[in-house]
């Protein structure tokens, strides 16, 4: 029996190919995005001023309950909820390479093109980021700090450093290329979480490397009072979206834009 052109198979890969990338990769990204910056730097701030009230309001809250456990949980949310925050940074980066003026109402619109994917990504990402707060206050209760000596206060950041790690590291891995896949293309979060997976595993040293510089540009922000992260998250979220593009073969799937290839 013939089948309905709704009943036919889908032929496409269970997921997306990637391609093999060199060491210097990332700095590559690093560079494309502070290129993207300096041609939206409006924008950019605007989404970065954002990005560090946030960083404010979570230190605020944890300093007013004085929980040093809660305080590191909510501030590694900026790891688990950085890649949603960044949709409408990759919305900047597809405006610039069709060669359009960057606008925040057209950022906004072109984000919400994936929302239901999104936000389900982004209801697994909140999931993983409370269990982690969980953690860090149960780290607290077990190994107190409340008297800082140097062997209580090594052996709590040891601790907790370890089990942020993993954390880290889970969630660095299905979120590096899915949420621009599913902003680029017409998939679904599976897809997205299998497609980063696989290329990860793939390129283990360049995204490693990729990671430190995420993690150093995050502790920038943290040594300057988060005020350096009113650039550098913006141009993370920039680079994050020309690493994709540079990585990813998505070509199978139906684009949600008209964009040139990746140089």
């Keep these: 029996m013939r089948q309905s052109p709704h009943q036919q198979e889908d032929t496409r890969p269970f997921v997306a190919p990637c391609r093999t990338i060199d060491n210097a990769a990332p700095l590559r990204w690093l560079h494309k995005g502070w290129t993207d910056f300096l041609a939206a730097p409006g924008a950019s701030l605007v989404y970065g001023a954002i990005m560090v009230l946030v960083s404010y309001l979570i230190t605020a809250a944890a300093w007013w309950f004085g929980n040093m456990g809660l305080y590191l949980g909510l501030l590694s949310g900026f790891v688990f909820l950085g890649p949603l925050l960044a949709l409408n940074l990759y919305a900047i980066s597809i405006q610039l390479q069709q060669g359009r003026r960057p606008s925040l109402s057209q950022s906004l619109s072109q984000a919400r093109s994936c929302f239901g994917d999104a936000l389900t990504f982004t209801v697994i990402l909140v999931v993983v980021f409370l269990v982690w707060a969980r953690a860090a206050n149960l780290m607290y209760i077990f190994y107190p700090v409340n008297e800082w000596h140097l062997e209580n206060v090594l052996l709590f950041f040891g601790v907790g450093s370890s089990v942020g790690a993993l954390f880290c590291a889970i969630v660095f891995i299905v979120s590096t290329f899915s949420l621009p896949m599913i902003m680029d293309r017409k998939t679904d979060m599976v897809t997205g979480v299998i ?69």
Excluded: M, Q
């Design 195 to 263: 497609t980063s997976t696989n290329a990860v595993l793939r390129n283990k040293f360049p995204l490693f490397l990729w990671a430190c510089l995420i993690g150093a540009c995050l502790l920038v922000g943290l040594l300057t009072a988060y005020l350096g992260l009113l650039v550098l998250l913006p141009v993370l979220g920039y680079a994050t979206w020309h690493g994709y593009r540079e990585v990813i073969d998505a070509r199978e799937w139906s684009s949600r834009f008209d964009l040139p290839e990746e140089p």
